[in-house]
């Protein structure tokens, strides 16, 4: 059971790049997010997903796209890098019981755009 | 007004100490609640749940105020091995999930 999987775990970019960050979970559970994380601040919700073939913006959805096709995978899609996605990017997924969804989040991705 | 507010430390506490931190959140719709922990460069990881009842796991003791809107985390005996930083997470009940900026906590011997 290898939990949250994420490829690449680095990456460096050139500004106008395109890229997609891979995310893959074995735990069946519904719910998959993309978070990003800035230096010093916490994590802003970019998109997530409650089930395969629906997604919804979060926080700072601007700049990324996904898709759901599958219970176990959630790509994020960088179009036309640019400098500000310089981030660490987490992917994480949660199970449902009533209102509890914690969340169990994967390695994490080094993302450079220069 | 940020969605979920934190104190915004840092913290800098003896071993021993017992130190307490404080999370408010904004949307009254929220449905559950968490605290993460988070080491230098790792991904956050689950610390525990916080229920209206309060919940205490260990040295750790979470409580949850739904009429001000205000969690907290306390922490007792602190260790060197508690240093991290401490993440507030509301979640509304259609699994959108927002974090708080966390509060770096340091523990010295």
């Known amino acids: 059971n290898a939990g949250v999987t994420q490829t690449p775990k680095f990456r460096i970019l050139k500004i106008g790049q395109s890229m997609t960050l891979q995310c893959t979970q074995d735990m069946n559970h519904n719910y998959m997010y993309w978070y990003r994380q800035d230096p010093g601040m916490g994590l802003k919700l970019i998109y997530y997903s409650v089930g395969a073939g629906i997604t919804d913006k979060g926080e700072v959805p601007n700049g990324y796209n996904v898709s759901r096709s599958t219970t176990e995978d959630f790509p994020l899609r960088l179009e036309l890098a640019a400098p500000s996605q310089t981030s660490v990017y987490f992917c994480?997924?949660?199970?449902?019981?009533?209102?509890?969804?914690?969340?169990?989040f994967g390695p994490g991705t080094r993302l450079t755009v220069t | 007004r940020k969605e979920v507010e934190q104190d915004p430390g840092p913290f800098n506490v003896p071993e021993g100490a017992t130190v307490a931190f404080n999370c408010t959140y904004s949307n009254s719709a929220s449905q559950s609640f968490f605290w993460y922990r988070q080491d230098c460069r790792k991904e956050p990881k689950l610390l525990m749940s916080?229920?209206?009842s309060g919940n205490e796991d260990g040295r750790f003791t979470a409580q949850l105020n739904r009429a001000s809107q205000y969690i907290s985390l306390l922490i007792r005996d602190s260790k060197l091995s508690d240093s991290a930083t401490y993440l507030c997470v509301v979640n509304t009940n259609a699994g959108k999930s927002t974090f708080g900026d966390g509060t770096t906590l340091t523990v010295k011997p």
């Open positions: 994480a997924s949660s199970k449902t019981t009533g209102v509890s969804y914690e969340q169990y």
């Open positions: 916080v229920y209206s």
